[in-house]
Every structure is written in C-alpha cells, then in structure tokens.
C-alpha cells in the first residue's frame, strides 16, 4: 500500500523547535519530489518547503526561511522538517506529500495543486506560551 505518514508535531513554545518525519511506505521515496505543506485554521493550504528527487534542490516558503530545513534519510525511507525559532504564526496541521512537476522549478512546484494522491491526515503543530 503506497502511503505517507506524518508525525513529530506537538505544542511547543515560541522560539522552540520540532521535527517532523513523513515516513513512507510501498515505494521510494528518493525517487519523487517531496513536499511538505501546512494549513492554518482559515486559511488556505500552502507549501512550506520542498525538495527535488535529483539533485536535492529545495525550495524555502519566505516565511520560514532560515528557520526550517527539510531533508531526507534515503536509508529510512522518511522525508524531515526541521523546524527551529518557532513563532505563533506556525501553528497549522503540517502534511507532507509527492509533487509532480519535472520540468518546473522548485518554488514553482511547492504548490498544494501538484501534490499526488489524497492528503493524509497531517500532524498538528501548536507554538503557543
């Protein structure tokens, strides 16, 4: 069964930091662009950072960038995302999927609209005092 599973998320205090894993399984993952989004309540789903199957080229949305960085454990099958300087803005339910787009740009492709198969169920971050 080809499925994506997201975890690591939790409440933690500004400026703290987390990791999220996005585990899969009935495939390789090395052999896909990957992706992790977030969707805050109210708003709409949005690419957070990206990473691109050759080369490992990523993508950074501006507003985590410095802070976060995602990587992958081809060994693990499992896909990061290491988020430090938390802030209160961050809070959101995080998901990771694959992303198609081999002809496009990192940051062209880090959009939930070229994501592939159905959304898992994400993994809730909460920066809160």
């Known amino acids: 069964q080809v499925q994506l599973v997201e975890s690591g998320g939790g409440l933690v205090q500004p400026g703290g930091s987390l990791r999220l894993s996005c585990a899969a399984s009935?495939?390789?993952?090395?052999?896909?662009?990957i992706g992790w989004f977030r969707q805050a309540p109210g708003k709409e789903r949005e690419g957070v950072s990206c990473?691109?199957?050759?080369?490992?080229?990523?993508y950074y949305a501006d507003s985590v960038k410095g802070r976060f960085t995602i990587s992958r454990d081809n060994a693990k099958n499992t896909v990061y995302l290491q988020m430090n300087s938390l802030k209160p803005e961050d809070t959101a339910v995080y998901y990771c999927?694959?992303?198609?787009?081999?002809?496009?740009?990192?940051?062209?492709?880090?959009?939930?609209?070229?994501?592939?198969?159905?959304w898992g169920q994400g993994t809730q971050v909460t920066v809160s005092s």
């Open positions: 999927a694959v992303i198609s787009g081999v002809a496009l740009t990192v940051q062209a492709m880090c959009v939930p609209a070229r994501a592939i198969g159905s």
């Open positions: 009935g495939f390789t993952l090395d052999s896909y662009n």
């Open positions: 990473l691109r199957r050759s080369g490992g080229t990523t």
